[in-house]
T-cell receptor
Framework: NAGVTQTPKFQVLKTGQSMTLQCAQDMNHEYMSWYRQDPGMGLRLIHYSVGAGITDQGEVPNGYNVSRSTTEDFPLRLLSAAPSQTSVYFC???????????FGPGTRLTVT | AQSVTQLDSQVPVFEEAPVELRCNYSSSVSVYLFWYVQYPNQGLQLLLKYLSGSTLVKGINGFEAEFNKSQTSFHLRKPSVHIRDTAEYFCAVTFRGHTGFQKLVFGTGTRLLVSP
C-alpha cells in the first residue's frame, strides 16, 4: 500500500491565484481530513469528510473548498490564495476516527 | 470545548537519558488520547493511543504513555533516548462516545532534541 499520498510536495503561488492540493489514499478509509500546520500552533483542521459525497468544515475552513467524489480522493482547493495561507498542509485518513489517523507527507505552500 | 496543552515547546536531553514529554487536556467527557511523532520534513506518525483499559500504553520505538484521568494528563516517556528520537511530538485528543467522525484536537507540539 502507498498509504496517503499528496501532490505537489512544494508550491509557490502569487496572491490571488487558485490551485488544488491533491490527496489520495489506498486503504479504503471512509474518513479523510485536511490540516494545516503553522509554527507554534500545532495542526488545525480545515475540512473533513466521512465518506464519498459528505464533507464538513473544521476549525479554519475559510478560503478553502473540498469535495469527495470517490473514497480514494479528497482534493483541497484554494480559491484565491492569500499570504496567510502560507503553511504546510497535511492530508490524513482513518478507518473509524478513534483508531488514529494516517498522515500524508505534506505540501509546503508559500503565497507571495 | 476540548483543548490540549503541551507546556514544553522544547526538551533538550542527552543520549541514553530518560525523558518525559508532558500533555494535559481539558474535556468534560471521556476522550481518546494519542501521541504522534513528526520527523523533519515528514508527515505525522502514530506513536501510541489510549482508547480504554490499562492506563499504561506502550507504543513504537520504546515509548510509553500513562493516562491519568484525575489529573487529565497523558505524559509520554522513554527510559533511554537515542539520537534518532530527535523529532517533534504532538499530543492529540478526541471525543469518546460519539458516532461518525471524531475530530482530533492537537497540542502545539514539543521538540525533543537529543544530543550525544
Amino acid at each position: 500500500n502507498a498509504g496517503v499520498t499528496q501532490t505537489p510536495k512544494f508550491q509557490v503561488l502569487k496572491t490571488g491565484q487558485s490551485m488544488t492540493l491533491q490527496c489520495a489514499q489506498d486503504m479504503n478509509h471512509e474518513y479523510m481530513s485536511w490540516y494545516r500546520q503553522d509554527p507554534g500552533m500545532g495542526l488545525r483542521l480545515i475540512h473533513y469528510s466521512v465518506g464519498a459525497g459528505i464533507t464538513d468544515q473544521g476549525e479554519v475552513p475559510n478560503g478553502y473548498n473540498v469535495s469527495r467524489s470517490t473514497t480514494e480522493d479528497f482534493p483541497l482547493r484554494l480559491l484565491s490564495a492569500a499570504p496567510s495561507q502560507t503553511s504546510v498542509y497535511f492530508c490524513a485518513s482513518s478507518y473509524a476516527g478513534m483508531e488514529g489517523e494516517y498522515f500524508g507527507p505534506g505540501t509546503r505552500l508559500t503565497v507571495t | 470545548a476540548q483543548s490540549v496543552t503541551q507546556l514544553d515547546s522544547q526538551v533538550p536531553v542527552f543520549e541514553e537519558a530518560p525523558v518525559e514529554l508532558r500533555c494535559n487536556y481539558s474535556s468534560s467527557v471521556s476522550v481518546y488520547l494519542f501521541w504522534y511523532v513528526q520527523y523533519p520534513n515528514q508527515g505525522l506518525q502514530l506513536l501510541l493511543k489510549y482508547l480504554s483499559g490499562s492506563t499504561l500504553v506502550k507504543g513504537i520505538n520504546g515509548f510509553e504513555a500513562e493516562f491519568n484521568k484525575s489529573q487529565t494528563s497523558f505524559h509520554l516517556r522513554k527510559p533511554s533516548v537515542h539520537i534518532r528520537d530527535t523529532a517533534e511530538y504532538f499530543c492529540a485528543v478526541t471525543f469518546r462516545g460519539h458516532t461518525g467522525f471524531q475530530k482530533l484536537v492537537f497540542g502545539t507540539g514539543t521538540r525533543l532534541l537529543v544530543s550525544p
